[in-house]
């Protein structure tokens, strides 16, 4: 396999192990940031019912999203960009005579 293979397998096996786990936890830190401004809403945030936990929960759940969304793409990025190629340097000259 050449490089670009290489690549595109690495980005497909980051954003399956990275990308999807950091979109749910998108959706659930949003949801749980949601429900914490909800008056009445039953919360249970490792046995607590304040608000304020299911807010700091949510708003931690976010921040660690944006951590794992971004390693796909930024893996994606280096990977698969094409690089520029080195420069060939055409010497036509003969080789001095080793001493």
């Known amino acids: 396999m050449n490089n ?3 690549g595109l397998i690495a980005t497909i096996a ?3 192990l990275c990308g999807c786990p950091g979109l ?3 959706f659930f830190g949003a949801i749980s940031t949601f429900v914490s401004f909800v008056p ?9 019912s304040d608000p304020a936990s299911a807010t700091a929960m949510g ?3 976010l921040c660690l999203s944006v951590i794992f969304i971004a390693i796909p793409v930024a893996m994606g990025f280096f990977m ?10 055409s010497n036509d000259e003969p080789l001095p005579p080793a001493s």
């Open 59 to 61: 708003f931690v759940f």
């Open 14 to 16: 980051a954003v399956v």
């Open 4 to 6: 670009k293979n290489t």
């Open 40 to 48: 009445g809403a039953d919360i249970n945030v490792g046995g607590s």
């Open 24 to 26: 749910f936890m998108c």
């Open 80 to 89: 698969l960009r094409k690089k520029p190629e080195a420069a060939i340097i």
